[in-house]
């Protein structure tokens, strides 16, 4: 028995990824050998990792997108630390953000070989959890209101994908759904209680294929980075929009950036939340309260 699994989402990238885990199989095999996955429904791959350390796998690699590897590492948060299998990316989805923060070679070839071949380096996490005491996990980004409303925005899109789609989203969401609610946030140094039109918390540095909303974010620091940005008209979005593209907005009066390990949010009104660009909160859940913590050091990746 082999002591790798690799699951990976046949639809990731508008249904490009199976071919692209196919293509892989050759080298797998010239490194050693692993156990193929592939998921066939929503959090599959979530029940896939919970279960690999019970089946005697010590690596877990997801091939995929954010979602993917999103998935995975909240099956692998399932096992205790002491039992958790080490975590391996090949990115063949569409984002790709996360194997961005970690410096995983973007050819996925490169990446396989990584996986069998590198060195494993504790990662930060971050738990999510709501009033309900509903607890997820992320790895990239948790995005609470004007960003996860581009996100569930993008999900109604057929025609493009990738940065393309994202970009078109979020003139999509400027256009039609743009209020800021009221937040009142309690983090390790500080309150804000005040109307925020997006606050983005960053364990790695870039979201939805190329905004770029906390730059100064580490995967493996022991810290989040969160950016918010103040109510601001329409117009004024537009305008902040290229600064995001290019990490040049954290220099403007709009947008505040801080650190935190713990947030403790409230709002006014429904919030939607994203968690790695999967959708966590729609507006019809009603979630007005979440609390973030970081995990230091959760997951042993290949790099």
Do not use: C
């Not at 990490?247 to 939607?272: G, S, W």
């Amino acid at each position: 028995m082999h002591t790798t699994l690799l699951i990976f989402n046949p639809n990731s990238d508008r249904g490009r990824s199976g071919q692209k885990a196919s293509d892989l199989r050759a080298i797998v095999d010239a490194l050693g050998g692993a156990d193929w996955a592939g998921t066939e429904y929503p959090a599959h791959a979530t029940a896939l990792a919970a279960q690999a350390a019970d089946k005697g796998y010590t690596t877990v690699v997801a091939l995929g997108g954010d979602g993917t590897v999103h998935e995975v590492i909240n099956g692998l948060m399932q096992t205790p630390p002491e039992r958790r299998p080490k975590l391996g990316i090949v990115p063949i989805g569409s984002g790709n953000d996360f194997a961005y923060a970690a410096g995983v070679p973007r050819n996925p070839q490169q990446a396989m070989r990584q996986v069998f071949t590198g060195q494993a380096h504790p990662v930060d996490v971050g738990r999510v959890t709501d009033g309900t005491q509903r607890t997820e996990y992320f790895n990239n980004t948790a995005g609470i209101g004007f960003d996860a409303a581009i996100n569930i925005q993008s999900r109604k899109m057929r025609f493009v994908f990738g940065f393309v789609m994202y970009f078109s989203a979020t003139l999509l969401t400027i256009a039609r759904n743009f209020h800021a609610p009221r937040l009142k946030v309690v983090f390790d140094e500080g309150t804000l209680d005040q109307p925020i039109m997006m606050l983005t918390v960053g364990n790695g540095p870039r979201e939805g294929g190329g905004f770029v909303t906390t730059p100064m974010s580490k995967i493996d620091d022991g810290w989040f980075d969160f950016m918010y940005i103040t109510q601001v008209s329409q117009a004024r979005m537009l305008q902040l929009l290229p600064k995001v593209m290019n990490a040049t907005h954290i220099h403007e009066p709009d947008v505040k950036v801080a650190r935190a390990t713990r947030l403790v949010i409230d709002a006014d009104q429904a919030l939607p939340i994203h968690l790695d660009g999967e959708v966590y909160a729609p507006y019809e859940t009603n979630v007005r309260h979440v609390e973030i913590q970081l995990v230091p050091g959760a997951i042993q990746l290949m790099r």
